[in-house]
């Protein structure tokens, strides 16, 4: 085994523990030595790879976003389609069926009201990339930027109710409501021309 995929399984390994930890016993109450001892990795071995708990939380999360780009498979900036909301019901499906088959890192990650230093963040990139997508739009209603944070930050919240509620709906019906209540709104808001003025 080369040094490189050690590097990734240890890293995989203190990112499981320390999600098994924080489930049990809240995040605020584990210790890098609670998460060294489930992972069965020397203490001191840590301090190789991250220097506290939280370094360690931002890379879990930041995979985790990772991992969700990589899975929905969203266009490049200029390959935007004409109408992607059919497009768009395949990325709701994708995204809330991965959250189902990966229930106790997404009940961690957005149910835990501390851990606002390590979500805010990747709102933010996501913010970013969704900004970069709808930039070519040609309108001028509402700005990208705006649509951008308001496709995250409420894509967030359905989350967490779908979390929040036992998983009420199927993956399915969830990417469902997503394109019907987020996509296509936004989408019709952005692309029709503005008649208020007219």
Request: with cysteine; proline share 4%; glycine share 6%.
């Amino acid at each position: 085994m080369n040094q490189d995929r050690r590097i990734r399984r240890t890293q995989k390994l203190l990112g499981e523990a320390l999600i098994t930890e924080a489930l049990e016993k809240g995040y605020k109450n584990i210790t890098i030595q609670d998460v060294t001892k489930r992972a069965d990795v020397g203490y001191r071995t840590y301090f190789r790879h991250y220097t506290g708990l939280d370094e360690l939380l931002v890379s879990v999360a930041q995979d985790r976003l990772d991992q969700f780009y990589e899975i929905l498979d969203l266009p490049l900036p200029g390959e935007l389609k004409e109408d992607p909301v059919e497009f768009f019901y395949k990325v709701g499906n994708t995204l809330f069926q991965h959250i189902a088959e990966n229930l106790d890192v997404f009940r961690f990650l957005l149910l835990d009201d501390s851990l606002h230093f390590v979500l805010d963040p990747l709102m933010g990139r996501a913010c970013q990339k969704a900004e970069i997508l709808l930039s070519e739009l040609s309108q001028e209603n509402i700005p990208a930027g705006v649509a951008a944070n308001h496709i995250v930050s409420s894509t967030i919240s359905l989350m967490r109710w779908w979390l929040e509620n036992d998983l009420g709906h199927s993956p399915q019906k969830m990417g469902d409501i997503f394109t019907d209540l987020i996509i296509k709104p936004t989408w019709l808001v952005m692309t029709l021309e503005d008649q208020r003025y007219g």
